[in-house]
């Protein structure tokens, strides 16, 4: 069986922007608000945490202070991807060399690649690092799908251990566990599919949701993985509004809008993405009130 970094949920942490730069002082307060809670682990500079909009050196020092901040509590995996194979090689061991845990890797995106030349791309970067690493599949972003096969293929490297799997398609991933079995474990990329997965024998997610509710969101998963399946159920079903709500613009507008209602101060997002939009912040309220997260 592959190592397994964490078994729950974790966390796509939003990276809080002022005029200065990346607010460490709100990250820090962010980071200390999701270990208290109980999260599985940290996932730092994804998706929802605007890496591409990112200076290396702004990725490079929020990593770092991740790792510093949770000394230990918790796994911080950082996103180490890039569409350059040589870029994510140096990231990722540059990633290893400050401590983190593991390397969330995703698929290479606008010059894309073959089936062949994601298996070429991810054992490269493999065999570069002793980092646990977790293939990204996110194929409405990048343009680029891991089929099954692949995932087979890519299962036979020690430190591949794992994918987050947000193609949407159940089918593809019942494929994948019916490969791979305990050589891939899969992580939820979808909060609105986390039970779902989890009865295909997924280990957790890697979340937006857990931002605003880190505790429910644990609690999910782990009601499921020990035996509590209607519990688990129910409130995968209690979540699926709130959840619409915070994937109603583009990750991750709605979730940074959603902490700053909550009295966090993350900032806007940077440039394409831009703020709510009155309606959605309207709506979004709605739903966070409905939820139990706004009196």
């Not at 605007?50 to 790792?67: G, Y």
Request: hydrophobic share 40%; aromatic share 6%.
């Amino acid at each position: 069986m592959k190592k397994i970094l964490f078994k729950g949920c974790g966390t796509a942490i939003v990276t809080p922007f002022d005029e200065n730069g990346v607010n460490f002082k709100e990250f820090e307060k962010l980071i200390e608000f999701q270990i208290s809670e109980g999260i599985d682990a940290l996932i730092v500079c994804g998706t929802t945490g605007e890496s591409s909009c990112m200076t290396l050196e702004e990725r490079k020092q929020t990593i770092e202070f991740a790792v510093k901040i949770a000394n230990k509590r918790v796994p911080i995996i950082a996103g180490t991807g890039a569409n350059c194979t040589k870029s994510a090689i140096d990231f990722t061991k540059w990633a290893e060399s400050v401590g983190v845990d593991g390397a969330l890797i995703v698929t290479p995106y606008y010059n894309k690649t073959t089936q062949e030349g994601l298996i070429a791309h991810y054992t490269a970067i493999a065999n570069s690092t002793s980092l646990p690493i977790i293939l990204y599949s996110v194929p409405s972003r990048t343009g680029v799908n891991i089929t099954p096969q692949t995932c087979l293929e890519l299962s036979k490297i020690s430190n591949i251990v794992a994918i987050k799997e947000a193609s949407g398609n159940l089918s593809q991933i019942a494929e994948i566990k019916a490969l791979c079995r305990e050589n891939l474990h899969i992580y939820s990329g979808n909060d609105d599919q986390i039970v779902p997965i989890l009865s295909l024998g997924g280990l957790g997610v890697i979340s937006v949701l857990s931002n605003i509710a880190p505790k429910f969101t644990h609690e999910m998963v782990t009601n499921f993985l020990n035996g509590k399946i209607i519990e688990s159920t129910d409130m995968q079903l209690d979540s699926i509004y709130l959840t619409k709500a915070l994937f109603s613009e583009v990750n991750p507008i709605p979730v940074k809008a959603a902490l700053n209602i909550l009295g966090y101060n993350v900032g806007i997002p940077r440039l394409p993405l831009i703020e709510m939009t009155e309606k959605g912040q309207e709506k979004l309220k709605q739903e966070m009130k409905q939820f139990g997260l706004l009196k």
